[in-house]
Structure formats: C-alpha cells, structure tokens
C-alpha cells in the first residue's frame, strides 16, 4: 500500500487515498480540491523517497469535506480566598479532508482515490428522490 507524510498547519500526517483526516482550519470552499506540497516522504509498494527536507515536485491532492468545530474545552480560573473566578471557552476549527491523489515528483500518479460505485448510487438516489417530491408537491398545489 502506497502512502506519503505531508506537512500542514505545523503538524506531519501520514496519509493514504481515500483516508479522511482533520487537519488545522484551511480556507478554501466545501468540495474544492487543495494541494500539499510539502510532501516529505513518498512510499510506493516498492520504492521509498525522503526528501531533504521535501521532495520537489512532489504533490498530494485532497477534497474538503467540510470545515467544523471541535468540542468545548472549558478553562476555569479561581483564585482561593479572593471571590475571583473566571470561565472561558473554547472551540477549535478544523478542516476535514480526504485524499483522492498521491503524485510523484515527475507528475507519476502513485495511487488515485476511485469513488466506490455504491456511494455513486446514492447520489443517483438522492437526484430520483428530489425529482419525485418536486413532482408531488406539484401535483398537490394543481388539486387545490
């Protein structure tokens, strides 16, 4: 199985296709492709490259799912004997991704993410179903 280590958001990750990780905030648009380019190390089934420190032309693509929040992390400061408290908040932004491309430094595609035919149906499903209550809700409007 091939795999890479990208770097983003000062954090390393190894990562391989169709793996869905949560990385820092990225702005960028649901649904868009990002590319990371600060690829450290590329392993594919039979040969392994490290970069010094990355590998040049090196590319890892990856589709944002959605950009979401992390739980409430609560910071309590009391100071004893003096009637003073404070309560804070906190909730982190994260992005989450999933990889759909590893490429190797001469533009090689080391292994590609194919959507699976069962999340295809669903989206052929979910268009039927929306077809069909926008008929219907036709219909009961010409009744009346």
């Known amino acids: 199985m091939s795999f890479a280590i990208i770097e983003t958001g ?12 949560e990385v820092e ?25 490290i970069g010094n420190p990355n ?12 950009n979401v ?4 992390v609560l910071i309590f400061h009391k100071r004893r004997r003096k009637h003073s408290r404070k309560k804070n908040g906190h909730r982190q932004r994260h992005s989450k991704i999933q990889i759909t491309k590893i490429l190797s430094k001469d533009g090689k595609i080391i292994s590609e993410f194919a959507e699976s035919k069962t999340a295809k149906k669903e989206t052929l499903i979910k268009k039927n179903k929306d077809k069909e209550t926008s008929s219907t809700k036709k219909k009961v409007i010409k009744k009346k």
């Open 25 to 49: 905030k990225l702005d960028v648009e649901k649904g868009k492709t990002i590319q990371f380019k600060k690829v450290l190390l590329l392993n594919n089934n039979s040969e392994v490259e």
């Open 69 to 72: 929040k992390d739980r409430t």
């Open 55 to 66: 590998i040049q032309g090196a590319v890892v693509e990856a589709k944002l799912i959605e």
């Open 10 to 21: 000062g954090k390393q990750y190894k990562v391989s296709t169709s793996k869905i990780l």
